[in-house]
């Protein structure tokens, strides 16, 4: 990383330094919330989370060669350490003065409803064909994952990119007052948060508080195809699937194993290419990177190698092939937007039977019973021939499948000891649920069948 002093961190985030003066010129080697990943010359943030008190590692951090620690209680005497009121905030503010370090970089901030992490991936793999690349690891993407990626940048790093992620009003914002972009990507505008944000106009209220501290002079990317995203007047292109975007793409196909062709449009030009990836949305994904790539004055070849490199991460329409199932892996997450763009993957493959393996969308509000039903009512209409629901709220998801075979259990469990009697060699399964209901227990029994 960047030269950090303890100096700076003390002066960054208002705290008292506390300890050996001389020390107020060291420098730090990494910024930690997590004991186990201290090393020699470690920022230990000690963090009161829901679980634990990192405070109660305090100890263990300087064991491990931690230079410093930030921490909202007085230590022993003997200790080097910066006394904060709120440490969360500390490391916030420490993470806006890392970023302002970083004149002349582009750093491009991903949010939207549906797809933040595939988008991001994507993005990331094009730029990464000319550029130094940092990017957010995994789904670091709230008020400790992001500061903690913003901290986390080499020193040589010429583009970041930055997954957003809120729930709430007044998250994006702060979240925007570290990352400073230069570029906003907007995915989508969907149902989800809908306890706090209430309907999409809310959700498309937060996701747009990017913009608060966006550069002067930054670049705006929207999806045109969704009815919310297209209002924003100042776009500098839209992408998407409709004739009416900048970068749009014809002659979609899809493989019927983890991948799917397109022709990507835009400059006058047609391009064909093959994402190694799973779903129409992929195609979305890329046109964003393709656009992201030629503002930032990508070569066109540079960017259809990027696309054809990217990687799926984690559970993410991952295809996993066995000799009885095709298992679409989707279940780290869930909300009526992401549910209904996996039901059209699953029902686009080519092969057997589609079966669809679905499971309560946490945090949707007081609407929520409805948005399950249409659902239901979505994947009934969509072509799935077999429809397996675990838990409470999903019920309404098998009420609602008018036509089709269905199956509803109260709990994983229930569902694991028929699952196998309900399947066919053949099948292509999608498992698809919030992450709060470990459906990754249901993928990996499907995978020993």
């Known amino acids: 990383m960047k030269q950090l002093t303890l100096g700076d961190i003390a002066q960054a985030c208002s705290g008292e330094y506390i300890g050996d003066r001389s020390k107020l010129l060291s420098t730090v080697s990494n910024v930690v919330i997590d004991s186990r990943l201290v090393t020699d010359g470690s920022l230990f943030v000690a963090i009161k989370g829901e679980r634990t008190d990192g405070h109660l590692y305090i100890g263990k951090a300087y064991e491990l ?7 909202e209680q007085i230590l022993p005497a003997d ?49 990464a064909q000319e550029f130094i690349v940092h990017k957010t690891q995994g789904n670091f993407n709230n008020e ?38 230069t570029v906003c990507v907007l995915t989508n505008i969907g149902c989800c948060h809908l306890e706090n944000l209430k309907d999409r106009d809310g959700v498309l209220k937060a996701k747009t ?29 839209r992408y998407g699937l409709g004739e009416q975007n900048d970068y749009r793409a ?15 449009c835009f400059d006058g030009k047609n391009i064909d290419v093959t994402i190694p990836a799973l779903g129409n949305y992929m195609v979305t994904n890329a046109l964003a990177a393709a656009a992201v790539g030629k503002a930032l004055n990508m070569s066109d070849e540079n960017i259809v190698k990027g696309i054809r ?22 279940c780290y997450n869930a909300n009526p937007t992401s549910v209904k763009a996996s039901l059209e993957t699953l029902c686009n ?24 039903r249409e659902i239901g009512e979505f994947a009934a209409e969509s072509g799935v021939d077999v429809l397996i629901t675990v838990g409470e709220l ?56």
């Not at 499948?401 to 229930?414: L, N």
């Open 65 to 71: 060669g931690a230079v410093c620690v930030i921490s």
């Open 79 to 127: 200790n080097t350490y910066i006394l904060v009121r709120s440490s969360e905030q500390a490391i916030k503010d420490i993470a806006e003065y890392y970023r302002s370090l970083f004149n002349n970089i582009e750093v491009v901030g991903i949010t939207g409803s549906v797809g933040k992490t595939s988008t991001k991936e994507m993005i990331a793999s094009v730029l």
């Open 144 to 181: 400790l994952g992001v500061p903690l990626t913003l901290l986390a940048m080499p020193e040589d790093t010429e583009v970041a990119v930055v997954e957003m992620g809120i729930s709430d009003f007044g998250e994006m914002t702060r979240l925007s007052k570290m990352v400073r972009p």
């Open 209 to 237: 508080e990017m913009f608060n501290y966006m550069e002067d002079d930054a670049l705006i990317f929207v999806c045109g195809d969704d009815d919310k995203l297209s209002t924003i007047e100042n776009t500098s292109a």
């Open 250 to 264: 014809e002659n979609i196909e899809n493989s019927g194993e983890n991948s799917v062709s397109c022709t990507l």
């Open 309 to 330: 490199s990217y990687k799926t991460v984690g559970s993410r329409a991952n295809l996993i092939t066995t000799e009885i199932l095709k298992i679409i892996d989707d």
């Open 349 to 372: 493959m080519r092969g057997g039977r589609k079966a669809a393996v679905l499971g309560d969308m946490k945090e949707l509000g007081e609407n929520e019973l409805q948005l399950h």
């Open 394 to 449: 999903a019920k309404s998801i098998s009420e609602s499948a008018q036509g089709i075979e269905t199956h509803a259990f109260d709990s994983v469990e229930d569902a694991l000891e028929e699952i196998d009697s309900i399947l066919h060699k053949d099948d292509i399964v999608l498992v698809k649920a919030s992450h709060s209901m470990h459906f990754e227990k249901i993928v990996d029994f499907l995978k020993e069948i």
